[in-house]
């Protein structure tokens, strides 16, 4: 896996006007998929459905900071917001990823390159980022003959 790791981060320098692949929760969530297949935590729906809702959450809590739309929430306020909003709304849904939770801070004190995505930020990385994750987890953990991933979808 560290090697496919290695690739992907090096095809994801981009420079600043372009995508990015990876951010930095991708690590927590390839630990639990990895090491912890069996958690309901881990499995697809969480992990897919965990970093959208945070992700989005993200998204909207930056409509109240930005200097575009409304900035009535100061930054430093959102920042602490984030995750904790993003925890209650994966725990309200049912969706509870908790490397997702980190995905709403990446982008709420992100640069500006990251909150230039907008909406975009949802389908890439955040998507593309689960989506892969989960499809190495479905061939990596059951080449193992006492593990089976998913345990349900």
Same mark, same amino acid.
């Given at each position: 896996?560290?090697?496919?790791?290695?690739?992907?981060?090096?095809?994801?320098?981009?420079?600043?006007?372009?995508?990015?692949?990876?951010?930095?929760?991708?690590?927590?969530?390839?630990?639990?998929? #990895?090491?912890?297949?069996?958690?309901?935590?881990?499995?697809?729906?969480?992990?897919?459905?965990?970093?959208?809702?945070?992700?989005?959450?993200?998204?909207?809590?930056?409509?109240?900071?930005?200097?575009?739309?409304?900035?009535?929430?100061?930054?430093?306020?959102?920042?602490?917001?984030?995750?904790?909003?993003?925890?209650?709304?994966?725990?309200?849904?049912? #969706?509870?990823?908790?490397?997702?939770?980190?995905?709403?801070?990446?982008?709420?004190?992100?640069?500006?390159?990251?909150?230039?995505?907008?909406?975009?930020?949802?389908?890439?990385?955040?998507?593309?980022?689960?989506?892969?994750?989960?499809?190495?987890?479905?061939?990596?953990?059951?080449?193992?003959?006492?593990?089976?991933?998913?345990?349900?979808?």
């Amino acid at each position: 896996v560290s090697g496919l790791d290695r690739i992907l981060i090096e095809e994801a320098k981009f420079k600043d006007d372009q995508l990015f692949l990876m951010i930095g929760s991708m690590g927590a969530v390839a630990t639990m998929l #990895f090491s912890t297949p069996h958690s309901p935590l881990a499995q697809p729906r969480t992990v897919i459905g965990g970093h959208l809702i945070s992700a989005a959450v993200a998204l909207c809590l930056d409509y109240l900071t930005s200097p575009d739309y409304w900035a009535i929430v100061p930054q430093w306020i959102a920042n602490a917001m984030a995750p904790a909003l993003a925890a209650s709304a994966m725990t309200y849904t049912g #969706f509870i990823h908790p490397p997702a939770g980190a995905c709403a801070l990446i982008y709420i004190s992100g640069g500006q390159r990251i909150k230039n995505l907008g909406w975009l930020f949802l389908a890439v990385p955040i998507l593309l980022d689960a989506v892969l994750m989960i499809g190495l987890a479905l061939v990596l953990n059951n080449l193992a003959a006492k593990r089976r991933y998913p345990l349900f979808w």
